[in-house]
């Protein structure tokens, strides 16, 4: 009872083809690999060090070199650690390091690499960064005209996500050599795994669970000698169906002509009852008793789907199509294996995509509570958080962000003044003037709000807007005085609308001031508090701007949680 043999050669073809021969190749092969895939993910070179002895595997044959062996111990705590770190980051200059821990090549195998985080024009703005890493100032000049500029959350994004494929190619090249070793004596196995293997490269929690269900079935129906295969999602007490599929998606996915109308799908499987909620096969010595009811089954594999211990509904094979000379060909191990493996995958895939888009939920809920906190702690200002992230997101549209920077800083303006929980309550809600020590005091909220959500990955983006929002043009601001555009963009964007909704809302100790003021002063105090390009942004969508601090819908954007979590 051999399964339908697919294409041998769409197996091993291109970049999987090298991928699939790792596993027999020499250690110091693989190494080379896995350094070529991160040279070829960034572009530019990496060396490969013992971070324990400090001893060489390949050095960099290109870019910025530095001196790595003061840092052998920040490098070894990175390897035992597991993932890539920044491990020093002086600005324009980055060094990264990616542990090759999870390839299982050795706990203290670490790749490593300095990256530009900034364009540099002079050799002045390179020079202190380049004397921290031991490098030439005018080498560092030299590389940084041709290298390309990373902000440190997308080099360590790109490395995690270069290592998770280089672990699943490798898993996958494993994989592939038991194939091939086996090939000759176990056909069926052969075909089982590869389809498992191609359905395995097509999860992703943000795919359309229709369409994966769809391409499996699909994929089943080239594999498995039968008549007809199906999913049928499970009716629930009240006659409606499970949300297999997806919401609103069919009832049925059937590939090939099947024997039964799509409701007689889910009645056969509910009239097996207990029996269909294991893996079962039913041949002609079942099918042809007077008890059963479908006479054009003749031969029946089914497969649960299981969320859990939840039944969602069934993978089923009719019919066996493999009759050969005219003898009758029936289900067997094989076929049952491939439809059970394939639901099991797409179980826990389901329950995976389930948690996920809880955590997402989970991060969008949080963020507002952090926001009612922060209008709770100062209940004069409420909807300020708001107003300034829609604000921000009206100047950052008509400055050109894209949509990612326009998200960030969207949540960014919501958590800016999160550090406004560590203020004291009389100082905050202070009608009066200050006193210099409640200015100073109160100063100290961008720091405190950086240190309080700085722990949180997912908010590392909006950590700058969280930190420099007070900061001038000038030099003048807090907390660090930085200078031009010393300071990021997005905290730049976030000042002006900051101070556009401060000045612009209504107190209980003042009114807020009327356009012509506010105007004013803006235009006033560009290019000395404020960015000129922002405030150029500001009075071209002046009108919008009126209305973003007024309607809840201009401006907003929408809180997408899976972006957050990934």
Request: charged fraction near 25%.
């Amino acid at each position: 009872m051999n399964l339908t043999l697919p294409d041998i050669s769409s197996f091993a073809h291109g970049d999987d083809a090298s991928a699939m021969m790792l596993r027999p190749r020499a250690e110091r092969g693989f190494l080379r690999t896995a350094l070529r895939s991160l040279e070829g993910a960034f572009n530019q070179s990496f060396s490969l060090l013992d971070a324990d002895s400090g001893e060489f595997s390949f050095a960099a044959s290109a870019g910025l070199m530095c001196d790595f062996y003061p840092r052998l111990a920040v490098l070894n705590e990175v390897a035992q650690r597991g993932r890539p770190e920044i491990v020093e980051d002086e600005s324009p200059l980055a060094l990264l390091a990616v542990p090759l821990r999870s390839l299982e090549k050795g706990p203290t195998l670490v790749a490593a690499s300095l990256f530009l985080t900034q364009r540099v024009e002079e050799e002045s703005q390179i020079a202190a960064a380049a004397r921290v890493f031991g490098v030439d100032a005018r080498r560092a000049l030299d590389w940084s005209r041709q290298a390309e500029v990373w902000t440190t959350r997308v080099l360590l994004r790109l490395a995690e996500t270069t290592i998770d494929n280089l672990v699943q190619r490798t898993q996958l090249a494993h994989l592939q050599h038991e194939i091939n070793e086996a090939v000759g004596h176990a056909r069926d196995t052969y075909v089982e795994l590869g389809l498992l293997h191609r359905l395995a490269r097509n999860l992703d929690v943000s795919q359309q669970p229709g369409d994966l269900w769809k391409n499996a079935v699909a994929s089943l129906a080239d594999a498995v000698p039968a008549q007809c295969v199906a999913a049928v999602a499970r009716r629930d007490l009240q006659g409606g169906r499970s949300s297999l599929f997806g919401e609103g998606g069919p009832s049925e996915l059937v590939e090939r002509e099947c024997p039964l109308a799509a409701e007689e799908l889910c009645d056969m499987m509910e009239r097996l009852g207990l029996a269909a909620r294991r893996p079962l096969v039913l041949n002609r010595s079942h099918t042809s008793t007077p008890t059963w009811g479908y006479p054009t089954v003749r031969e029946l594999a089914v497969a649960p789907i299981m969320q859990g211990t939840q039944l969602e509904g069934w993978l089923l094979a009719i019919n066996h199509s493999g009759a050969a000379g005219g003898e009758l060909c029936e289900f067997g191990s094989a076929e049952l294996r491939l439809l059970d493996s394939v639901s099991t995958i797409l179980g826990v895939h389901r329950n995976n995509t389930g948690l996920f888009h809880r955590q997402g939920d989970l991060f969008a809920s949080s963020v507002r509570a952090l926001t009612t906190a922060i209008d709770a702690k100062d209940p004069y200002t409420h909807g300020h958080s708001e107003r300034v992230a829609r604000v921000a997101v009206c100047l950052g549209e008509e400055l050109g962000l894209d949509k990612d920077e326009l998200d960030t800083i969207y949540l960014g303006g919501l958590l800016h003044d999160i550090g406004k929980i560590g203020i004291d309550d009389q100082v905050l809600n202070k009608q009066g003037a200050l006193t210099p020590e409640e200015y100073n005091h109160i100063k100290k909220h961008p720091q405190l709000g950086y240190d309080i959500l700085r722990g949180v990955r997912q908010l590392q983006k909006i950590l700058p807007i969280v930190l420099h929002h007070h900061e001038a043009w000038d030099g003048s601001g807090y907390p660090h005085g930085l200078q031009g555009e010393s300071t990021p963009l997005l905290a730049r964007i976030a000042a002006v609308a900051d101070s556009f909704d401060a000045m612009s809302s209504d107190r209980p100790y003042r009114r807020g001031m009327p356009d012509e003021k506010l105007d004013a002063i803006l235009r006033d105090g560009a290019g000395r508090q404020w960015d000129p390009n922002v405030i150029d942004a500001f009075f071209a969508i002046r009108e919008r701007i009126r209305d973003a601090s007024q309607d809840a819908t201009v401006g907003a954007v929408p809180l997408d949680p899976l972006q957050w979590v990934h």
